[in-house]
Every structure is written in C-alpha cells, then in structure tokens.
C-alpha cells in the first residue's frame, strides 16, 4: 500500500516568516495529492490540493510543488500569520483511499 | 450548506463496552468514509461507502468494528467490545464524487479505559 513521510514534525517560524513542510509517497499510481491543515476541536480541512498533472499551484499564500519523478510533494506557507498556526497534514491517493502524512505541527510566534 | 456532523464529539467507555459512533455526510454526497488517528500518528483509513454499499473495508482493524449506512444517508461506526488501543480520533468525511472534494467532520474523540 501506499506509504507517506512527512517532515518536519513540528515547525516554529517567526511571524512574517515561510514555512515548508515536504512530503514523499511511496506509490509511482498516486495521482492526487491534498493538504489538510487542522485546528483544535475541528476536523481537517483541505487547504490547497495538486493532481499529477501539475507541477506547482498557487492560492494566495499558499502554495504546493508536486515532483513526480522523485515521489516528493510540499507545502509552501509565505509571510506566517498567527492564524496559521495548527497541524498540517499531507496526503497521497490513486482513487478514493487518501494515504496521511503523520502531520506537522506549526507555530508561528509573534 | 451544512457541513459533516460527527456525534458524540467525546466518549469515554471501560473496556469491554460497546460504543457507536455516528456521521451524518453533506445531502447528496453519495461517498462516505471512516478514517482513525491513534496517538497522534498518522490518519487512517478505515473504509468507504458508496450510497448504502461498502466498496472497501481493508482498513477496518478487526472484527469488532462494524460500520452500516442503511439507505444511504447517516453512518454508524460500533465498536463492540472495545479494547484500550481503540483509543483515538475517529473522522467521517464525505464527497460527491470519488477521491477529491473530501469534507471531513470533527471527529469523535474515543478514548477507553
């Protein structure tokens, strides 16, 4: 089955700051790749998501590179806010089964 | 339009008790799915259903886990009798279609002593 790494587990930034988070999958047939970002209390919410076919995609502050030769994705996080501090989760799929990076936790310091 | 709704949002049971979680998906997805975080370890997945029908149940642990979605609407998750590595977050989320547009509940918080 399909087997995510997700690094690094905890990140600390200073506010203003960007953050990365890198993923690698193990399954050449993974086709869909989301990121999860989850608050206290709350469920995980999909942040940005980039398909196979895409090498990079951008939302405002938020971007994803997606490197299909090497099996590795990431999440790009520009300019920090306080608001952005929560547990982020990566994810692989090839149909409907979504394989989770074990996440990672940021915080961003004012 | 509503979200997923995940109830109880806590449970705390002893060992050897039954336990039913419930989900109710977003009207009109017809894709529903059950994953579990264990001790803060990576998200799983549990299984998924397709209206009332189960299409993959490979992530259920064993067989103490029962999951139905009679008439294709709300789902039930029951543990029966639970065990102390049963103890974790269990997410509902559903979609319209296959395998992207994934709306996840808040969980239900498990935890047995």
């Known amino acids: 089955g399909e087997n995510v790494e997700q690094h690094p587990s905890t990140l600390s930034v200073q506010e203003g700051d960007s953050a990365v988070i890198k993923c690698t999958y193990s399954d050449s047939a993974s086709n869909y790749f989301p990121w999860y970002k989850q608050e206290l209390g709350k469920g995980p919410q999909l942040i940005i998501d980039i398909r196979s076919n895409v090498g990079e995609k951008k939302d405002q502050r938020i971007a994803v590179t997606l490197n299909k030769t090497a099996k590795h994705f990431s999440l790009h996080i520009t300019e920090t806010q306080p608001e952005d501090s929560a547990v982020y989760f990566c994810?692989?799929?090839?149909?409907?089964?979504?394989?989770f990076g074990a996440g990672t936790t940021v915080t961003v310091r004012a | 339009e509503a979200g997923v709704t995940q109830f109880p949002s806590h449970s705390v049971i002893e060992k050897g008790q039954t336990v039913t979680l419930r989900c109710d998906p977003i009207s009109g997805h017809d894709n529903l799915y059950w994953y579990r975080r264990v001790m803060g370890k990576e998200i799983k997945f549990l299984l998924h259903f397709v209206k009332e029908s189960k299409q993959d149940e490979s992530g259920m642990p064993n067989n103490r886990f029962l999951a139905e979605r009679t008439g294709g609407t709300y789902s039930t998750l029951k543990v029966q009798p639970a065990e102390l590595e049963d103890s974790g977050v269990y997410f509902c989320a559903s979609s319209q279609g296959q395998g992207f547009g994934y709306t996840f509940g808040s969980g239900t918080r498990l935890t047995v002593v």
């Open positions: 994810a692989a799929s090839t149909v409907y089964k979504l394989s």
